[in-house]
C-alpha cells in the first residue's frame, strides 16, 4: 500500500429502487452486500458507488448547475481524495467498515439521468467508483476514514551465471522494467518494481519465487533459463511453484514469431499463478523479453482481477 490519506463523509445516500436519484440520509448500516436499503446492494462487485465532493463542486462551477446530493447516483460523497487517480483494488476504511475499489466509472444512462439531460454532462463515468464490502459496520455523515492506494508489488528476476558474476551487464530484466512502467505509465495503477539477478541456481529461484508469495507480491517475472542448456531450469521450478499454470500465451508467442525464426520454438517459458500472484517464465534476450511482454501485459491487469475474484468486463 501507498501512505494513506484522511477522507470525510459529506453524504450517504440509498434508493429503494435503481434508476431513481439516491436520497441522503444520516447514517447507513454496511453488511456484506452493501448499504442495507439500498437498491443497488447485493452479490456482486459493485455494491457501493463513490465519488469525491471535489468532482461534484468540480461540476458544478463547469456548468453553473447545483448538484443534491445523490443526484450522480452515488452512495457516499467524500472529500479530501481525488477519485480521478484511484484504481481497483485501493480501499478505503471507516472505523469497522472496509471497501475495496473494483470498478473505475460506468456508463452513462443518457436518457435517464437527469443531470445529463440538463447539462449535456455526466462525471459518473470518469471520476465515479465502485466497491465491494470487504467488513461491514456503520457509517454516519462526517465519519473520517483513510484511503488506502493499492500498489502493484512486481518483481523482476534475471537468471545468470554470468550476469550474477559481473561478467556483463544485464540487459533484459532492466527491459523487463521499462516496459511495465511505459504500459502503466497512462494507466491508474501503481507499480512498486523490484530487480535482482541470480545465478542459473533452481534453489535460488524457488527461495525467491516463496519469498515473493509470502511478502504479498502480484507478479513475479524471470528472465533466462527457459532453454534446453544444462543450467536451464526456471521453466519446471515456475511450472512447480504455480498452482494454475497458463499455457495459451507462451504458446501464442511461441508459434508467432516461430514462424520466421524457428529458435523461438525451442523456448520453454511458462506461465501460471499461486494464490494472487502471476509468475512468467522469459527467455533471456532483449528481443524475446519484448515479444513477450507484448502479449503478456495485454491479459495483465485483467489476470490481477481475476485473482483477486473480480470477474470484471
Known sequence: MSDPSEVRIVSINLSQEKGTIKMPCE??????????????????????????????????????????????????????????????????????????????????????????QSTGKCIMPTEGIFCRVLSGGQLNCEDMGQYLPRTLDIRVITLSDRASAGVYTDRSGPRIRQLLEEHFASRRWRLAITDSILPDDAAQLRAALAGALTAGADAVFTTGGTGVGPRDSAPEVVSDFCEKLVPGIMDFVRLKYGRNNPNALLSRSVAGTSATMQAYALPGSVKAVEEYMGEILKTFTHVVCMLHGLDVH
Open 27 to 116: 447514517q447507513a448500516e454496511v453488511d456484506e452486500r452493501g448499504l442495507v436499503g439500498d437498491a443497488h446492494a447485493g452479490d456482486w462487485h459493485r455494491q457501493i458507488s463513490m465519488l469525491a465532493q471535489e468532482s461534484i463542486e468540480r461540476f458544478e462551477a463547469k456548468t453553473g448547475r447545483g448538484v443534491g446530493p445523490g443526484e450522480f447516483g452515488e452512495n457516499l460523497a467524500i472529500q479530501g481524495v481525488d477519485l480521478r487517480a484511484a484504481s481497483i483494488l485501493d480501499r478505503f476504511v471507516f472505523g469497522s467498515v472496509e471497501l475495496e475499489v473494483t470498478q473505475i466509472g460506468k456508463r452513462c444512462h443518457g436518457d435517464d439521468c437527469e443531470i445529463f
